[in-house]
């Protein structure tokens, strides 16, 4: 399958979710839920964009590492350290995760599944660098649900014709790609999400389900009594999105510290971080990274024909 990656860097994500505090507040409160009882080492955001929910994990745990493909977005983040002091802040290709087997505790992504062509990799990934017992909370948009009703019936409006069902998302396939808003959207049943979780290593603990506060009357309850919903009707076939709370299930294994994080994103040597601000290098194969500015380390890496994707035309690799 080729390794599609979606560039944020030309999409304003902030303008976005003006007007969307409610949204923000019922995932915030997820993430709490999902992530109780607080007080995690060291978790792995994945997809931290602006910052919209760091600020909720920085209040779960010692450590937090944001991780995003778009290094501009990770620099200009603004919000306190947690205990465990600064927060590290890593431009990285989820496909290619910079770091050492087992450095995480936990680890969340949060609107990212549904722009993956292939979840399983990425998946697998992050099951590599959790912790034996790591929890992982990822959200997705599974299928059929009203949301993707309407896009079936707003992709049938735009061909002036009846979409054949096989290309709906009430069909049987277990993975169906929406029309690209810009970037590409993937919607899977719940069986395939859960194939796809369980072939990474991972056992599915619990699921919520979150979406219906953008629309009325619901925006209008309170965030806690739709929070409360999103725990009663976890298996509800009616909400837009599904947060799964899933657990590695691997051997312990002893927490690097906190300086020993990194590992080349191409073979996976391990990398010093250079103490005279100078960029990490790998000895084994020569993988250069560099440092931006918002104390930012950049370590993005894409395989063999892989393919940057977003609001600018496709692009060939560009990074190695």
């Avoid at 059929?144 to 992709?155: L, S």
Wanted: hydrophobic share 35%; aromatic share 8%; charged share 25%.
């Amino acid at each position: 399958m080729v390794e599609l990656v979606s560039d944020y860097r030309d999409f304003d994500f902030a303008s976005l979710w003006q007007g969307r505090e409610k949204v923000t507040d019922v995932e915030r409160e997820l993430l709490r839920l999902a992530f109780h009882p607080p007080g995690r080492q060291r978790i792995l955001e994945i997809g931290t964009g602006f910052g919209r929910l760091t600020r909720t994990l920085t209040g779960l745990a010692a450590e937090v590492v944001c991780s995003d493909f778009d290094s501009h977005s990770l620099g200009r983040l603004d919000f306190p350290d947690p205990p465990g002091g600064p927060t590290m802040r890593v431009a990285a290709n989820v496909f290619h995760l910079p770091f050492v087997d087992g450095a995480f505790t936990d680890a969340s992504m949060v609107r990212v599944h549904h722009h993956l062509a292939d979840p399983r990799a990425a998946m697998r990934e992050l099951y590599r660098v959790l912790q034996g017992a790591g929890r992982l909370v990822v959200s997705y948009n599974p299928k059929p649900t009203i949301g993707t009703f309407v896009n079936d019936v707003r992709r049938a409006t735009r061909r002036a014709g009846t979409t054949p069902f096989e290309s709906t998302t009430f069909s049987p396939k277990g993975r169906i790609e929406l029309r690209p808003d810009p970037f590409p959207i993937y919607v899977a049943s719940r069986r395939r999400f859960a194939e796809d979780l369980e072939a990474a290593g991972f056992e599915l603990e619990r699921e919520m389900v979150s979406g219906l506060e953008e629309h009325c009357p619901v925006k209008y309850a309170s965030t806690r009594a739709i929070v409360r919903l999103a725990e009663v009707f976890g298996r509800a076939p009616t909400f837009p999105t599904r947060w799964a709370i899933a657990r590695c299930g691997k051997a312990p294994m002893p927490l690097p510290p906190g300086d020993q994080l990194l590992a080349c994103p191409r073979c996976r040597a391990p990398l010093e971080l250079p103490q005279d601000g100078a960029a990490p290098s790998c000895r084994t194969c020569g993988y250069v990274g560099r440092r931006t500015s918002g104390r930012v380390l950049d370590l993005r890496y894409l395989g063999e024909g892989a393919v940057r994707v977003g609001s600018r035309p496709p692009q060939a690799p560009a990074l190695r």
